[in-house]
């Protein structure tokens, strides 16, 4: 059934025209009045006063928390485990099987996104997470999983979360209001930084101490959560503006969405490249944990929830850090330089875990601020290309480093691939850096106008 369509609100320019015309000032004291209880409101946490967010939010860190803690838990079941030689290459393959979907599904994830209700889109990908989950730990009860299996498995789970990440980004406008965009997008890319933290403590201690059975369960337990609670929220239909206009806006090709928008393209780039080196971290750290450590499943949770404390931290206050988006983020990314770098000098679990929630912060403060102005600046209609083109550029080098550093890591020291992390960000903080690389800050140019060419 289509709900029926909004009617349209008149012309702002008009009723502004009537109110000097009439000379009422009694109409702008009222809208002053009308206006406090909904400036009181907000000063209370999105999360508590907006429960279809919530809720699909808290969907959203029970996924990504999922796909998380079977990453980490699998990658440190191969190094510790599984695998006897070759370890980086088993390690580096697994996670390169684990972000290739968003990169080669990306058109089909936006042809999805764009065609079918969000809410169902976000329900299906976790209910069939929740499934495979649930077959590799009934699998698992009953032995040991094939290496192959778990690859499969692992291919499966990013298969969904690779629709469910671009759809609820797109459907952040369906959920709150204009003036809550960049708040639900703090708490959105927070929800990484929680996975991270969840996902990373519980992973590599739930195999060590109860095994690839226990991880898988959890994680299907996690992701069927995530549906009940997706399916519980409601979703609001296309906006007033869309719904009043004659015709739908026409959904461009995913090749034109980035052709024109040459700067967020160039800043596309800078971070692709950037990923290279950053997502290398997750290869790196069972490997140094074993090999220059010494230490166990704990020692990679602590390092794990170290990066994913970080993450958190800075997700909430990345709109505080100074500066227009290029600037700060290149400054970001040389101080994550200097963090990943570090490592491959102090030997030390307590300073590899300052440096890695150093790390954590700048991916976090940068995410926001980027992902912020992107909400603002992408026309409505090319939202659901954007953002799945968005996930497969960024996405495009994740297999490659994890396969690079992954086989290199079988070659060199863990504290050497450490060094070249660091090394690696500084083109791409300085490409950054460039004046080119600029993008203007969302005007008001960038709202809808009406027909009178008022804002």
Not at 34 to 44: D, G, K, Y
Request: proline share 7%; with cysteine.
């Amino acid at each position: 059934m289509t709900a029926p369509a909004p009617a349209c609100a008149p012309d702002p320019s008009t009723e502004a025209e009537t109110a000097v015309a009439t000379g009422t000032a009694a109409g702008t004291a009222a809208e002053t009045v009308a206006a406090s209880p909904n400036v009181t409101a907000r000063r209370t946490p999105l999360i508590l006063r907006n429960r279809a967010f919530a809720a699909v939010w808290l969907g959203q860190v029970l996924t990504q928390a999922a796909v998380r803690m079977f990453q980490v838990g699998v990658s440190w079941w191969i190094v510790a485990y599984a695998v006897r030689d070759a370890r980086g290459l088993a390690s580096g393959l697994f996670m390169a099987a684990c972000t290739l979907p968003a990169v080669v599904l990306a058109p089909v994830v936006a042809r999805t996104v764009a065609g079918f209700a969000h809410r169902s889109v976000l329900r299906t990908a976790a209910g069939l997470a929740a499934a495979t989950a649930g077959v590799l730990a009934v699998w698992a009860q009953g032995g040991g999983p094939p290496l192959a299996g778990v690859y499969a498995a692992g291919l499966a789970l990013a298969t969904c979360q690779a629709f469910f990440d671009p759809c609820l980004t797109t459907s952040v406008p369906e959920l709150v209001d204009d003036a809550d965009i960049e708040t639900a997008t703090g708490f959105e890319l927070s929800t990484q930084s929680l996975a991270g933290l969840g996902g990373a403590l519980l992973g590599a201690l739930t195999v060590d101490r109860a095994g690839m059975a226990w991880l898988a369960a959890g994680c299907a337990a996690a992701y069927a959560g995530a549906a009940v609670l997706v399916a519980s929220a409601r979703f609001r239909g296309p906006g007033a503006a869309a719904a009043c206009s004659d015709e739908p806006p026409a959904r461009r090709p995913l090749r034109r969405i980035l052709g024109e928008l040459p700067h967020v393209r160039r800043i596309l780039v800078c971070f692709t490249a950037a990923n290279l080196f950053t997502a290398a971290v997750f290869v790196v750290i069972p490997l140094y944990t074993r090999s220059v450590l010494g230490g166990g499943g704990g020692t990679v949770a602590l390092l794990e929830a170290s990066l994913g404390t970080g993450a958190l931290i800075g997700a909430f206050t990345g709109t505080r850090v100074p500066g227009r988006p290029t600037v700060a983020g290149a400054y970001c990314l040389g101080l994550m330089a200097l963090a990943l770098a570090l490592p491959g000098l102090f030997a030390h679990r307590l300073v590899i875990a300052g440096c890695l929630a150093v790390a954590g912060w700048c991916a976090g403060a940068v995410s926001v601020r980027f992902v912020a102005l992107f909400q603002r600046l992408v026309p409505t209609a090319d939202k659901p290309g954007f953002f799945a083109v968005m996930q497969a550029v960024l996405g495009a080098s994740l297999p490659v480093a994890s396969l690079v550093f992954g086989s290199a890591g079988d070659v060199l020291s863990p504290q050497t691939l450490c060094l070249v992390q660091g090394v690696g960000l500084l083109p791409a903080a300085c490409a950054l850096a460039l004046p080119g690389s600029r993008t203007p800050e969302p005007t008001p140019a960038a709202e809808p106008r009406t027909p009178g060419g008022a804002r």
